[in-house]
Nanobody
Framework: QVQIVESGGDLVQPGGSLRLSCTLSGIMRSIYAVGWYRQIPGKQRELVAQ???????DYGNVVKGRFTIARDNATNTVYLQMINVEPEDAAIYYC???????????WGQGTRVNVSS
């Protein structure tokens, strides 16, 4: 079992920056990749970025080169650095950890990002 805690969600102005954190604990040996997803009310949850155990990264189209995902293995934390935030980035951001096949998926409770001037 893996526990996930997200943090860092806040109110940010358009054009501003924010860093989200995803801290994992529990039995980690099955975890292959960790990803950030986001969900806007009434819409499907979408991939923002993910990083695997070899630090290979994958980004969703919505990122447009503005977000960077990184991991700190010493603290079992995955970060999502957001720059040039846009109003369309307002959402609840969720962290997911999964095994290699995707059969096992663990989700956090989410952290809310609001974008407003």
């Amino acid at each position: 079992q893996v526990q996930i805690v997200e943090s860092g969600g806040d109110l940010v102005q358009p054009g501003g920056s924010l860093r989200l954190s995803c801290t994992l604990s529990g039995i980690m040996r099955s975890i292959y990749a960790v990803g950030w997803y986001r969900q806007i009310p009434g819409k499907q949850r979408e991939l923002v970025a993910q990083i695997d155990i070899k630090r290979r990264t994958d980004y969703g189209n919505v990122v447009k080169g503005r977000f960077t995902i990184a991991r700190d293995n010493a603290t079992n934390t995955v970060y999502l650095q957001m720059i040039n935030v846009e109003p369309e980035d307002a959402a609840i951001y969720y962290c997911q950890a999964r095994d290699r096949s995707g059969t096992l998926r663990y989700w956090g409770q989410g952290t809310r990002v609001n974008v407003s001037s």
